[in-house]
């Protein structure tokens, strides 16, 4: 459970926190919610380019238009009290994964996965899509939707 409350919480990180992790807080927000969870969830990304800017406009005309809501997003840097707090720390891909083990104590690694290792998708990581097309975003949201069913299967079967 998180240290701010019992209740489990869940951080997504991708690079810049504009366009993978924020799309997975919006995506993830509404399947918990629809679920019946009632999680802690927030983004980040391990670098800074972009603090405190909403996520990208293709993000989320994407995701709005499939019933996600990106309101009051705000892009932020992984810190170090992140890894106290959050139980699971979900990486969009290798890259970033290998950021988040550099930057956290040991004893925090195991609560550090990659995100679509909750689905069975033959993919890994979630792709890049900053410098690519609409396709590249469509993309990321099937992924992310598969992988947020997927993990709240698991929390479902934890509790
Ligand atoms: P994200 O995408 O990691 O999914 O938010 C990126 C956003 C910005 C940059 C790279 C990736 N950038 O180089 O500014």
New binding site residues.
């Given amino acids: 459970m998180s240290l701010m409350s019992d209740k489990i919480a869940v951080l997504f990180v991708?690079?810049?926190?504009?366009?993978?992790?924020?799309?997975a807080e919006a995506v993830f927000k509404k399947k918990a919610h629809d679920a019946g969870l009632d999680l802690i969830i927030d983004s980040a990304?391990t670098?800074g380019?972009?603090i405190g800017s909403p996520p990208?406009k293709r993000?989320q005309s994407a995701g709005t238009d499939r019933g996600y809501s990106f309101s009051g997003l705000k892009?932020r840097r992984v810190d170090d009290d992140d890894f106290e707090k959050f139980d699971y720390i979900l990486s969009?891909d290798n890259s970033?994964l290998k950021n988040l083990h550099g930057m956290s104590p040991s004893e925090h690694h195991h609560k550090i996965h990659l995100f679509l290792s909750f689905c069975d998708s033959t993919e890994e990581e979630?792709p890049?899509?900053?410098?690519g097309g609409k396709g590249g975003f469509e993309l990321?949201l099937d992924l992310i939707e598969h992988a947020s069913d997927g993990l709240i299967s698991h929390i479902k079967a934890q509790s």
């Fill in positions: 991708c690079l810049g926190n504009i366009c993978r992790s924020p799309t990304g670098h380019y972009h990208d993000s892009c969009m970033n979630v890049d899509p900053y410098y990321v």
